[in-house]
């Protein structure tokens, strides 16, 4: 039996009567907007009609003036200036942004990526080693950097200004650096600290522009495009100026003239179609991704920077290969770990931390991911290296458990540690990991309820079947980008009568013709639910829980649901 609780999102209903009454927006809609921080009709416009003219001035993040007036003394004077990011969509775009901002600018400048199994994650003091080998004077790290004290400590024993951009936490102590640029600084004024890496670098590039007289409107027109490419990827909240960022930056990218990327759109398919955020998600971001856990990350960075197409051509398909490699590894992989699982007590397991030799690091992040979702409990990878007794850790979880405060609690155990609520990493000794395990699971059996490790849907409405019209479709629309913090807005509706059902495809597909007490036959499509039709009666009532779509067929628009979740029998709330 499913087992999955479907709950409704609580809303501030106050607030979003409210908003209803002040914007002239429908219940449904000032439910979803609320749910979003949507509360007055000035944030309604913000929310619906972002603007790359809105977007916060970059000189209220903290220290930028000082970063940008260093780093514009260094392109007049001549200075070499090394660009350090790193290894995932996000590290790659935001190092392509400021690359290709500084040549613009007529910088001396050249870039470096940590190869993810070499060096590993953020700059580390032999970075700093090397650029000064190579005389550079000024490294500007993106993505990375906000915890390198040793780093910067190493830059200062050298003579070589450090400036750090970043947007991950910082530490109790910020990196003694010429500029630490992070909008989550404890002592920053900026007003959305959820900007992604590349955003970070964005509105440092922008600041620069500026300082140096140039057209910012010129400058943002021709890089947001690279900047939605790492914020949709590195799946940061697309509210306030991410949205704007993402909506406009989608929006060009089938016009850019970056050679790369209009390679990597022709090699996927995606050439002449509309860009969306499944399009990034899923295609695009994975096969960036690869290449760095797969090889070297240069590789996609060479295709952003590059103004050769028959170069562009031979990278991105390095790219394709490096990305099937992937996913063969990813499957083995996860072979292996459900062998490991089954020797598991899942009923008495409130977090799943599993090791082997022979791992690819850079791929068990994905499978982690892959069996957090499957069993609904934070999952941590240990790829061992018996060789250099050394393991290296990635680890997903699930909102009752904050993975970044957990590792937090066995430091001591580690080299090194970072991440998020959701996602994390470290490197550990292996003669610490059973030690690491007792004390992990311990704190888990302490932080997380039974009711937590229950699989949920999260719907954000409950609608009777009259609420699903072609108005409110069209008005979900405009809520688009949808991506983290602007989910694509989820329902629920009860005790629907089925009126027909058909497995299609390939068989594995399920559709359904539904109707409510009252009103028209609603169509709805159920991708991967075709064996629900082995359980569905003609008349029978189900609930469902679904995304509304507008639909075109044969030229004829209709509204159609994407059905999520189904329940045989109704439950009636």
Not at 267 to 277: F, H, N, S, V
Not at 375 to 393: F, K, N, Q
Request: glycine share 8%.
């Amino acid at each position: 039996m499913d087992q999955t609780v479907w709950k409704v999102m609580d809303c501030d209903e106050a607030a979003a009567q409210a908003l209803s009454m002040d914007a002239g927006v429908s219940p449904v809609m000032s439910r979803l907007l609320v749910n979003r921080g949507v509360k007055t009709a000035s944030d309604l416009k913000m929310f619906l009609d972002p603007s790359l003219a809105g977007l916060h001035d970059p000189y209220l993040l903290p220290d930028v003036e000082e970063g940008v007036e260093r780093i514009a003394d260094a392109i007049v004077s001549g200075e070499k200036i090394c660009v350090y990011g790193d290894y995932d969509v996000d590290g790659v775009t935001s190092t392509a942004l400021l690359v290709r901002t500084l040549r613009a600018l007529k910088a001396n400048v050249e870039y470096r990526l940590p190869h993810r199994q070499r060096d590993g994650y953020d700059i580390k003091p032999p970075a700093i080693d090397a650029a000064a080998e190579s005389g550079c004077t000024l490294v500007v790290t993106c993505d990375c950097g906000i915890n390198a004290c040793s780093t910067a400590d190493r830059a200062r024993e050298l003579g070589i200004d450090l400036i750090i951009t970043d947007h991950h936490e910082p530490g109790a102590e910020l990196p003694n650096a010429v500029a630490v640029i992070n909008p989550k600084r404890r002592d920053s004024n900026y007003p959305f600290v959820e900007l992604a890496g590349v955003g970070v670098a964005l509105k440092v590039a922008q600041a620069l522009v500026r300082l140096l007289g140039h057209d910012e409107e010129s400058f943002l027109s021709r890089f947001v495009d690279l900047a939605a490419l790492g914020t949709v990827a590195d799946v940061v909240p697309l509210l306030d100026e991410n949205r704007a960022i993402v909506k406009f930056g989608l929006d060009l990218m089938p016009k850019s003239k970056k050679v790369g990327l209009k390679t990597i759109l022709r090699t996927t398919g995606l050439d002449g179609k509309a860009i969306t955020t499944h399009y990034v998600g899923y295609i695009l971001g994975p096969r960036i991704n690869a290449v760095g856990r797969m090889d070297d990350a240069h590789t996609a960075l060479k295709l952003f920077l590059t103004k050769d197409e028959n170069e562009a051509r031979i990278l991105a398909e390095t790219m394709e290969r490096h990305n099937s490699d992937r996913k063969v590894e990813q499957e083995r992989i996860l072979a292996e770990t459900s062998g490991q699982l089954e020797s598991i007590d899942l009923a008495s397991s409130r977090i799943l931390v599993l090791s082997s030799d022979g791992w690819n690091p850079g791929v068990i992040g994905i499978v982690a991911g892959r069996i957090c979702e499957t069993h609904c409990r934070p999952t941590i990878l240990i790829a061992r290296d018996e060789a250099s007794g050394m393991g290296v850790g990635s680890a997903r979880s699930i909102d009752a458990f904050h993975m970044r405060d957990a590792l937090a609690r066995c430091s001591d155990l580690f080299t090194h540690f970072g991440g998020h609520a959701l996602a994390a990493g470290f490197t550990i000794p292996l003669e610490n990991i059973s030690a690491f395990e007792e004390r992990i699971s311990a704190h888990a059996i302490d932080t997380i309820s039974d009711e937590e490790l229950a699989p949920r849907i999260r719907a954000d409405v409950e609608l009777v079947p009259q609420d699903i019209t072609r108005e409110l479709a069209n008005s979900l629309l405009k809520m688009e980008p949808f991506g983290e913090g602007n989910l694509e807005p989820m329902f629920i509706t009860r005790n629907f009568k089925v009126l027909n059902y058909q497995r299609v495809g390939d068989g594995s597909h399920l559709k359904l013709k539904v109707q409510g007490w009252q009103g028209a036959p609603i169509d709805c499509i159920a991708f991967r639910m075709g064996d629900m039709a082995d359980r569905l009666e003609l008349g029978g009532s189900v609930d469902l829980c679904y995304n509304i779509r507008l639909n075109t067929y044969n030229g004829v628009e209709s509204v159609q649901l994407v059905g999520k979740a189904i329940k045989i029998g109704s439950s009636d709330g």
